[in-house]
């Protein structure tokens, strides 16, 4: 099998027309654009969006907010590694309505303590959207309903990832 595997392989790179498809030269292009999939329903009977979650979760949440309504309350927070790993505010829809929290330790810890000392829209009038590392979203997904006492439907959540790190 490895030894099919490399004459694929060379045939391959000393195809002039394969490689230059694959290095996006000659006659092929690429294009970029944002995505329109939304990876979460949005709850369009709702006055107020929340978004949640890690580096993974920006692009998501910039295409739902992008989705709603002009005058829809919009509030997001990504806990990133380092405030060096913010978005530039000229690459986010609604950037008046994007926090950041340092994260400090396992995933989805300092968003939470974070989460614990602000104030959020009501809960009967809110839905909120929580996406990135599963540990993340089962612990915001919880402070969400257990602490703030959101209902269980209108906590939307979608974990990207799983740590396999057991040290965080």
Known sequence: MVEYQE???SLALSDDHFVGSVLGMG???VEISRSHVLPIAL???TEAHLFFGDETS???ADAMIRALPAG???FACFEISSMERRWPDS??????AVRWVDRAGRAG???VSWLAGQSLPLEKTTTAYVTG??????IVHAHLVRERGFPPRAVRAMPYWKSRSKSL
Do not use: G, K
Not at 133 to 138: D, G, H, R, S
């Open 43 to 45: 709850d369009r009977s």
């Open 91 to 96: 690459e986010i829809f609604r950037p008046e």
């Open 72 to 74: 829809a309350v919009v």
């Open 133 to 138: 590392e599963a540990w993340l979203c089962a």
């Open 27 to 29: 006659h092929d292009t």
């Open 7 to 9: 004459r694929l392989r």
């Open 58 to 60: 920006i692009a998501s």
């Open 109 to 111: 810890s300092a968003l």
